[in-house]
């Protein structure tokens, strides 16, 4: 039976990193994946919706030409040509992913793993085995709970929805709902988003939640909260989606963005004597060991933070203990992040509600103001900034902001937070004008 240093069950980000990093360090080392190289971020997340965003402003941009000097016949959308074009990248991206695992020695194997006990794998009926072995395999969308369901679809299927939605109702709150309203928003759509809480994008800045909800409303996307919706029933035009209140809704396409689950079904969890927690994700202590110690996971099926660049971080750092020096650590603290909504948001750090639990007296610095470029566009888009600042020892302690190019910008700022930055430091630095980033270093007055 063949036998491995490490066996990487998930080619995604983090499985990838982590059979590449254990490979070029010469270990033995396998990963199984099924399905394309590159798991939910190459496929069916960052990437091709990052593209699609992409997509999703030249139509607005076209418009706002105009106040510029520039005229002519406006161009038309062909659904057809974005999802070719982004399934040929996507296509090159697969290739290079495996590029990278080849260069690295590490051995592929085609197929769906599981754990027969806590040495070995099998792979579609042929079995190996491994002195450790890394779960990496991601998470899944999860299924809303209402009558109807089976007929909407999921973050993994709109990217080649058939025919392109004229009308389209989003379910959710969070980010990709967001996103997707956005995005299909600016591709065409007439768009309903339904979410049941009061605000959507749970857990960020309570100020950028209301500006960003405002601006897409502006934009043209229906946002409807402390809404939900009961049933879902095909009709003669489409789908028909009943509210809580009663109201109908008659629409092409119905996307439910309601969350993500770990995927854990069928890897053998149970034979090999790996615990899952009660969110149904794989426990984990500070160096990613499962309850079987020479087993570990990282990932989106641990369920902490799920982002790609997290995972990413989260495989340097396994790697290093199981074939490096063990002195590289996880630090979850101040993990950047962006929404790509239209605008977008950026955000690095505690919230104001946060800053205040943890640190009681602190400052607010908040602008709002018309980017340049909308002097003469003839948007109406706005852009907001707010620092967060712990009183007693004058340091950043987040930084939010809502406008174009938003993660661009506070990808840097995040630099400076994690290097304690306070706002003096802030105060100093020299702005590059004219440019809308300049405003966090030159925000003096806090707010009210």
Not at 37 to 45: E, F, I, M, P, Q
Request: proline share 3%.
């Amino acid at each position: 039976m063949q036998e491995y240093d490490l066996f990487v069950i998930g080619g995604g980000s983090g499985g990838v990193r982590a059979a590449r990093m254990a490979g070029s360090r010469g270990a033995r080392v396998a990963l199984a994946e099924a399905g394309a190289l590159g798991g939910t971020c190459v496929n069916l997340g960052c990437i091709p919706k990052k593209l699609y965003s992409y997509a999703s402003h030249y139509g607005e941009a076209f418009e706002e030409a105009h106040g510029f000097g520039w005229s002519g016949a406006s161009p038309t959308f062909d659904w057809e040509t974005l999802k070719r074009n982004r399934a040929i990248e996507i296509m090159r991206l697969n290739g290079v992913y495996e590029k990278l695992l080849i260069g690295a020695g590490v051995q592929l194997a085609r197929g769906r793993a599981r754990l027969v006990d806590a040495h070995t794998i099998e792979i579609d009926g042929e079995r190996v085995r491994a002195r450790n072995i890394l779960v990496a395999t991601g998470g899944l969308p999860a299924r809303p709970s209402f009558a109807g369901q089976e007929l909407a679809v999921s973050s993994n299927e709109m990217f080649d929805l058939e025919p392109f939605p004229q009308r389209l109702l989003v379910i959710g709150g969070g980010y990709i709902a967001c996103e997707f309203a956005s995005i299909f928003n600016g591709l065409g759509s007439r768009v309903m988003q339904v979410y049941r809480g009061g605000q959507v994008l749970r857990g960020f800045d309570d100020d950028i939640r209301n500006f960003v909800a405002a601006e897409m409303v502006k934009k043209g996307v229906e946002v409807r909260t402390s809404a939900h919706v009961d049933l879902l029933q095909r009709a003669a035009g489409g789908l028909w989606a009943t509210l809580q209140d009663g109201n109908t809704i008659e629409v092409d396409a119905v996307l439910a963005a309601t969350g993500r689950r770990p995927n854990v079904a069928g890897l053998g969890l149970e034979a090999a004597g790996v615990q899952v927690n009660e969110r149904g994700a794989i426990a984990v202590d500070d160096e990613f060991r499962t309850s079987v110690p020479h087993i570990c996971a990282i990932g989106d099926v641990i369920d902490r933070v799920q982002l790609t660049p997290v995972a990413l971080a989260e495989a340097m750092a396994l790697v290093d203990r199981l074939f490096g020096s063990g002195k590289r650590r996880m630090d979850y603290e101040k993990i950047p992040t962006a929404v790509f909504t239209n605008p977008n948001v950026g955000t690095v750090g505690l919230t104001e509600a946060q800053a205040r639990e943890r640190h009681g007296r602190v400052r607010i610095y908040r602008s709002e103001f018309k980017p340049l470029k909308h002097t003469l566009s003839t948007s109406s888009e706005r852009a907001l900034m707010k620092l967060v600042v712990d009183d007693a020892s004058d340091r950043v302690l987040g930084v939010h902001m809502v406008g174009a190019d938003a993660g661009e910008i506070v990808q840097g700022f995040a630099v400076a937070l994690k290097a304690g930055a306070t706002k003096a430091v802030f105060d100093a630095t020299i702005g590059i004008h004219p440019t809308a980033a300049e405003e966090f270093v030159t925000m003096r007055e806090p707010a009210a």
